[in-house]
């Protein structure tokens, strides 16, 4: 998504295919989310309409406390007018900066020389706009650091390289991105037909203490609804391991490749199933000569002359098809198990 802003900003800025701006105080319609929130809620029902259709599922317990984004960015709990006492508080961005940076370069110390607002970790690596990850810098360190990492550029000095990262704090993206789709995702469960019984987080809290289970997300879920211990309400089991299911998408709608500006280099073929496979779709191929004889397994990117493109965790190889058996259809979603962390033998019966 913030590749395909760039394309469009430059594209503006560059008077090329020119698109006038649209106003940031256009309407949209209540339960509106943007793409990339947007997906995160059909994500949670789809897989929530699965497992009602192949299980008896009768009620859907979920935890409607939202995050302290800014209690975890201080990192302790905040109170009352705590709240409006920020880093920024009674100064602007580079005010502060100013201030914490004694009006010098971070990355060399020059002073008395044009600085810049820098992103320490860069925003084509995931780097946001949190005041913890700015820096000031001069326009020759700006220039020279570019998208590369801070320990990396500045690996020969690594004190000063240190107190850059010491300032730098944990993304709270999933945890704002949660607050913002919650209500939308409460609205999208109850079209399932199934009964939809919310719970604040202290429930969770209070229950997995009760029983003893350490802090995780899987067994988070096992505690969202109120367990009545006088009564003999206990959790008897946990699992020891976990199904996780990975959002892959079912391929792109462009049907052109674009070059580094963002304009289109080639056409793709409209057609999407070649030989009875989809790019996404997961097989084995058996191969029975050559450099990469044996068998492997891993997904396919087709091709239309046959001579498929197949994922290995050595690279990729190209593979006829026939020579590839199907494992699973690309349906968007890639599936995989993993050790639960929380779940210990002692803890297997209440």
């Not at 000063?160 to 913002?180: C, F, G, H, T, W």
């Not at 009875?276 to 239309?304: C, F, H, M, N, Q």
Request: proline letters at 5%; aromatic letters at 6%.
């Amino acid at each position: 998504m913030r590749q395909r802003a760039g394309y469009r900003r430059r594209r503006r800025s560059a008077n090329l295919r020119y698109r006038t701006r649209r106003s940031d105080n256009r309407a949209h319609p209540a339960d509106w989310h943007p793409p990339s929130l947007r997906h995160r809620v059909d994500t949670i029902t789809s897989i929530a309409s699965r497992f009602c259709r192949y299980a008896p599922v009768t009620e859907i317990h979920i935890e409607t406390t939202t995050f302290d984004t800014h209690s975890m960015s201080v990192g302790r709990q905040l109170y009352g007018s705590e709240y409006q006492q920020g880093a920024l508080a009674g100064m602007g961005t580079r005010g502060y900066l100013c201030t914490r940076w004694s009006r010098t370069c971070a990355y060399c110390g020059a002073a008395n020389v044009p600085l810049n607002i820098e992103h320490v970790r860069p925003r084509s690596h995931g780097g946001s706009a949190r005041i913890a990850n700015l820096v000031l810098a001069c326009a020759p360190c700006n220039q020279a650091k570019g998208s590369r990492a801070v320990t990396t550029f500045l690996s020969h000095a690594p004190e000063r390289s240190a107190e850059i990262v010491a300032q730098l704090k944990p993304s709270l993206r999933d945890a704002a991105a949660m607050n913002s789709i919650q209500p939308g995702l409460y609205r999208a469960l109850h079209r399932l037909a199934v009964p939809i019984r919310p719970w604040p987080s202290k429930v969770t809290s209070d229950n997995r203490r009760a029983v003893g289970l350490d802090k995780t997300h899987t067994l988070d879920a096992l505690a969202v609804e109120p367990l009545d211990q006088g009564r003999g309400d206990t959790i008897v089991r946990v699992p020891d391991r976990v199904l996780v299911i990975e959002a892959t998408g079912r391929g792109s709608y462009a049907r052109t490749t674009p070059d580094r500006f963002g304009f289109p280099r080639l056409r793709r073929e409209r057609r999407k199933q070649h030989f009875g496979y989809v790019t996404g779709d997961l097989v084995r191929a058996e191969i029975p000569k050559g450099k990469w004889a044996g068998t492997w397994t891993g997904r396919i990117s087709v091709r239309a002359r046959g001579q498929h493109s197949l994922t290995t965790p050595g690279g990729r190889i190209n593979v006829s098809y026939l020579h590839v058996r199907l494992l699973q259809r690309a349906d968007g979603y890639a599936y995989s198990s993993r050790q639960e962390a929380g779940a210990s033998m002692s803890r297997k019966i209440g």
